[in-house]
């Protein structure tokens, strides 16, 4: 089976982004409130967590996800003005998963989209997420 691959790691990177930089994204520290709703193909209605995180990292590099996330690779990595477009392949013992998103930070708020496509021992699945973050204070 796959090494963890964690929705969760996902969201907190994609969340509380500011400005662009070389190929990563400066993070605006501190205290953040994100909301996220998810639907996929097996669920009828789609669902919504909101959770507050402390952030510390100053910045963000999706390929230093990669590292925590086993047999993946980073193949989009794309920041213009204050987006990020990004996308990732998975592979691991046969089962397939195809990331590809969006972030968007506008001073401390933020929001996204992500899409995930799995094949998982003959099973297919689609997992579609939107974010939306505040900074809501220090941590």
């Not at 193949?75 to 996308?87: A, E, P, Y």
């Not at 094949?119 to 941590?139: A, H, V």
């Amino acid at each position: 089976m796959f090494k963890t691959f964690s929705l969760s790691l996902i969201a907190l990177a994609a969340l509380s982004f500011s400005s662009a930089q070389a190929s990563e994204l400066s993070i605006n520290p501190g205290l953040w409130k994100t909301t996220t709703t998810t639907s996929n193909s097996f669920m009828d209605q789609p669902q919504t967590l909101t959770t507050e995180e402390c952030v510390t990292e100053t910045s963000f590099n999706p390929e230093e996800m990669t590292e925590e996330l086993g047999e993946c690779e980073v193949v989009r990595n794309d920041i213009s003005d204050n987006t990020l477009t990004f996308g990732m392949t998975c592979s691991a013992e046969g089962n397939e998963v195809t990331v590809n998103g969006e972030y968007t930070a506008e001073d401390d708020t933020g929001h996204g989209t992500m899409d995930m496509n799995m094949s998982m021992q003959g099973m297919q699945m689609e997992i579609n997420m939107q974010w939306t973050s505040e900074r809501i204070g220090d941590c």
